[in-house]
């Protein structure tokens, strides 16, 4: 299995950027996927959640109102579109798969499979 984050870069605060993560090698309308992040010295932590038929969708208080996560299960990508971004938000963001569905999505240790990680820069 693999999960290949991209889209990660520098942007000014209040900007956006759009992440995308491409799996292979599972079954990815079957899958919950998931985005979190991981600022330096700081514990990994939820951003948002999607369940595998993309009809389920939750966020961290932090992010809810400003990111949206989606995905397209015809092409195996999950995209989490960051607005109005914060330079506390400068981090690395990781995607994630779950087989189990239901409760559970905001806590990472339920996911079985992540992804690389992409930096997300956000200047001042």
């Known amino acids: 299995v693999q999960l290949q984050a991209s889209g990660g870069g520098l942007v000014q605060a209040g900007g956006s950027l759009r992440l995308s993560c491409a799996a292979s090698?599972?079954?990815?309308?079957?899958?919950?996927m998931g985005w979190f992040r991981q600022a330096p010295g700081k514990e990994r932590e939820f951003v948002g959640a999607?369940?595998?038929?993309?009809?389920?969708?939750y966020y961290a208080d932090s992010v809810r109102g400003r990111f949206t996560i989606s995905r397209d299960n015809a092409k195996n990508t999950v995209f989490l579109q960051m607005n109005s971004l914060k330079p506390e938000e400068t981090a690395v963001y990781y995607c994630?798969?779950?087989?189990?569905?239901?409760?559970?999505?905001?806590?990472?240790?339920?996911?079985?499979?992540w992804g690389q990680g992409t930096q997300v820069t956000v200047s001042s």
């Open positions: 090698g599972l079954t990815f309308s079957s899958y919950g």
């Open positions: 994630a798969a779950r087989k189990t569905s239901g409760l559970g999505y905001n806590n990472a240790p339920t996911y079985d499979y």
């Open positions: 999607i369940s595998y038929s993309g009809i389920g969708r």
